[in-house]
């Protein structure tokens, strides 16, 4: 399915120049596959997974079970079957990286435009703010949170990723607005007695529509990662909700008798997120402006 998702894609897009520049990646229309892939079963976990992620078929026999026809991922220290746990904690995982990078983009696009098109003091103040982010740990900023707090649910987490991973975005964007600005066209659309609101909504937003895209798309991945270091930590979703990261947690202590139960989440984490990487790399491509239109 994901396969013909991808042809049907690659069709659809060879009639634009953008998509076929987009095509033109050496891994583009591999990654987009794995994404699809993952994004299907995670939609359809119930009919994808044998098992409910929770379910223990025999806690004493069926622990730590290496691969076979009817676990073909094995099973873990739980007796949980490991890839119905892969199903649903793609739910989970994918959500979380989803959601936050979005939350992050969004916050991150609206601080860049409105320090990059007022500047002076507005200017100043934000991108002091944004320095003072980028120059704490986020890993730290979470943990700080979590210990006063306490372990976080899941709309919590992404609120917190979310709200900690604006500032780099915020510099790209202020960087192409301060160019912009000064442009005719924002010449032309003060000359016509647009307000400020207007000409970042209208004119200046969709001009920095592609590094917005393309910093949704690394950022999924690298929310996916931080995710995942919090779940294994203790401090991220919290068991028996599955996700990658604590998949890797209740694994790790059982890597020499059932590497199967880490390793498994594990290659689904890297390949996801290397395929988000190939993915972002090619619509890096594809929205450059100073490639030439064939």
Known sequence: ?????????????????????????PLAA?????????????????????????????????????????????????????????VYGARVSLAIGALAAVMAVLAGTAVGAVSGYFRRWVDAGLMRLVDVGLALPRILLVLVVVALFGRLSVVGLVLLIGGTGWFAT????????????????????????????????????????????ISTTLGIGHVMLLEAGLSFLGVGVAPPTPSWGNMIADGAPQLVAAPWSALAPGAAIAIVVMALNAVGDALRDALDPRQEIP
Do not use: C, K
């Open 170 to 213: 915020s510099r790209l964007v202020r960087a192409e607005v301060l160019g912009l600005r000064e442009r005719a066209f924002v010449d032309a659309a003060h000359a016509l007695g647009a307000g400020p609101g207007r000409v970042i909504a209208r004119h200046l937003l969709p001009n920095v529509a592609a590094t917005v895209i």
């Open 30 to 86: 591999l990654a987009l596959g794995v994404l699809i892939f993952f994004s299907v079963i995670a939609l359809a976990a119930p009919l994808v997974a044998p098992y409910l992620a929770t379910h223990q078929r025999d806690i004493v026999l069926l622990q730590n079970q290496p691969p076979s026809w009817l676990h073909p991922l094995g099973t873990d220290l739980y007796s949980h079957d490991v890839w119905s746990r892969i």
């Open 1 to 25: 399915m994901a396969a013909a998702t991808v042809r049907w894609i690659q069709h659809r897009a060879r009639q634009a120049p953008r998509g076929r520049r987009f095509f033109r990646h």
